[in-house]
T-cell receptor, first 112, second 115 residues
Framework: SQQGEEDPQALSIQEGENATMNCSYKTSINNLQWYRQNSGRGLVHLILIRSNEREKHSGRLRVTLDTSKKSSSLLITASRAADTASYFCATVPSGSARQLTFGSGTQLTVLP | KAGVTQTPRYLIKTRGQQVTLSCSPISGHRSVSWYQQTPGQGLQFLFEYFSETQRNKGNFPGRFSGRQFSNSRSEMNVSTLELGDSALYLC??????????????FGEGSRLTVL
């Protein structure tokens, strides 16, 4: 079963706008990761944030983690049409090295 | 470095048959995990292999099995196929060691259709 939910399930924005996706999870975690999936393809790792970190940046991506609320957010700034994809958060439970539990995903559409 | 390679990319089977999917990890990666992705259940963890041993297993029936070879290549097998086994099966490899970043590297998947 999935660890948690992502919100919104679908998001449609114009090029140049920012996109924010939220993820909630249920158990204590070692780290939380965000992945991207283009339609029918494999997943691509975007960014990892450890349980003792609160914010992390990578290029146009900004991830926050609030372990007290068991939630995370992914912000994509200045979005491009090429950012159109599904975005998944994945958690690694405490004590588990490599077993990821994925959220339900957010389908992002960036309109040119 | 070559990425994770999965074969076959697409296959069609009928109920009751069995199927074997193959995964070649990135060179130097000794951990291989398998995930099933369906529209209804999303991405679900099947199992993980490291050093030819199954380390973790998800909540799937015994019809789903796997193995890992000494060169870290992995196969998964599904026996007595059911319609509900139609899915995208994703393999992921990861580096295990002091420099482990925790990220998984995924292949493009094997799309299985059961008729």
């Amino acid at each position: 079963s999935q660890q948690g939910e992502e919100d919104p399930q679908a998001l449609s924005i114009q090029e140049g706008e920012n996109a924010t996706m939220n993820c909630s999870y249920k158990t204590s975690i070692n780290n939380l990761q965000w992945y991207r999936q283009n339609s029918g393809r494999g997943l691509v790792h975007l960014i990892l944030i450890r349980s003792n970190e609160r914010e992390k940046h990578s290029g146009r991506l900004r991830v926050t983690l609030d372990t007290s609320k068991k939630s995370s957010s992914l912000l994509i700034t200045a979005s491009r049409a090429a950012d159109t994809a599904s975005y998944f958060c994945a958690t690694v439970p405490s004590g588990s090295a490599r077993q990821l539990t994925f959220g339900s995903g957010t389908q992002l559409t960036v309109l040119p | 470095k070559a990425g994770v390679t999965q074969t076959p990319r697409y296959l069609i089977k009928t109920r009751g048959q069995q199927v074997t999917l193959s995964c070649s990890p990135i060179s130097g990666h000794r951990s291989v995990s398998w995930y099933q992705q369906t529209p209804g259940q999303g991405l679900q963890f099947l199992f993980e292999y490291f050093s030819e041993t199954q380390r973790n297993k998800g909540n799937f029936p015994g019809r789903f099995s796997g193995r890992q070879f000494s060169n870290s290549r992995s196969e998964m097998n599904v026996s007595t196929l059911e319609l509900g086994d139609s899915a995208l099966y994703l393999c992921a490899s990861s580096f295990v060691g002091a420099m482990n970043t925790g990220e998984l590297f995924f292949g493009e998947g094997s799309r299985l259709t059961v008729l």
